[in-house]
């Protein structure tokens, strides 16, 4: 018995060992300036959110605040607007809403000048106190919601951050993303 100890905990010390090493993701949080950040594929192990997903967000009081759901395909920057192309992804999207709707202020944040629901759910889901209750209510949201239903119907999403008046256009198609990105006289190639 004591021999199997002798190798068996040694061996399980690697494997943790080797988990944290290769399971890191060593991207990191990319300042896109004004406050607003790329975050790269993130996954929350020891957090009960378990979130896994990257994004556009804008910190607020020490909390993410997205601004464009997950899948970020590509984006690029100047001092003046972020563009984005993004391939919605409705799984993580939903955790993330789930995230930030009940465990709001942890590590997301809610915060209606940011995320375009479609109506102000704060006062909804304050009395939701069960699983069941918390998973129809974003369930609802993911299939209802017209900004989400706009980013599930489009094959790519496209967006265009103004960073100086906080002003987020999208989600968009290819052609009107590049339609508006010449009338706006924004310089940046996607």
Same mark, same amino acid.
């Given at each position: 018995?004591?021999? !199997?100890?002798?190798?068996?905990i040694?061996?399980i010390? @690697?494997?943790? @060992?080797?988990?944290?090493?290769?399971g /890191?993701?060593?991207e990191r949080?990319?300042?896109l300036? $004004?406050?607003?950040?790329?975050i790269? *594929?993130? %996954?929350i192990?020891?957090?009960?959110?378990?979130?896994g997903?990257?994004? !556009?967000y804008?910190?607020?009081?020490?909390?993410?605040?997205?601004?464009?759901?997950?899948? @970020?395909?590509?984006?690029k920057?100047?001092? &003046?607007? !972020?563009?984005?192309?993004?391939?919605?992804?409705?799984? $993580?999207?939903?955790?993330?809403?789930?995230?930030?709707? *009940?465990?709001?202020?942890? =590590?997301?944040?809610?915060? #209606?000048?940011?995320?375009?629901?479609?109506e102000?759910y704060s006062?909804?889901?304050?009395? #939701?106190?069960? &699983? !069941?209750?918390?998973e %129809?209510?974003i369930?609802?949201?993911?299939?209802?919601? #017209?900004?989400?239903?706009?980013?599930?119907a489009?094959? %790519?999403?496209?967006?265009?951050?103004n960073?100086?008046?906080?002003?987020i @256009?999208?989600?968009? #198609? =290819?052609?009107?993303f590049?339609?508006?990105?010449? %009338?706006? /006289?924004i310089?940046i190639?996607?």
């Amino acid at each position: 018995m004591k021999k !199997i100890l002798y190798i068996l905990i040694p061996t399980i010390a @690697i494997v943790i @060992i080797l988990l944290f090493i290769f399971g /890191r993701n060593d991207e990191r949080k990319i300042n896109l300036g $004004q406050g607003y950040y790329y975050i790269p *594929f993130q %996954e929350i192990t020891f957090d009960v959110t378990s979130f896994g997903g990257n994004g !556009i967000y804008v910190y607020k009081s020490n909390c993410k605040v997205p601004i464009i759901f997950p899948d @970020i395909i590509s984006y690029k920057y100047d001092s &003046t607007y !972020i563009l984005v192309k993004q391939k919605f992804n409705f799984l $993580q999207t939903k955790s993330l809403l789930e995230t930030m709707l *009940f465990l709001p202020n942890t =590590y997301f944040k809610y915060d #209606k000048d940011f995320v375009f629901l479609e109506e102000s759910y704060s006062d909804s889901f304050s009395n #939701k106190n069960d &699983t !069941i209750q918390m998973e %129809e209510f974003i369930t609802n949201i993911m299939n209802h919601d #017209k900004y989400i239903m706009k980013m599930v119907a489009n094959d %790519e999403n496209y967006y265009i951050i103004n960073k100086s008046n906080n002003k987020i @256009i999208g989600p968009l #198609k =290819y052609e009107i993303f590049k339609k508006l990105k010449l %009338e706006m /006289r924004i310089q940046i190639d996607l």
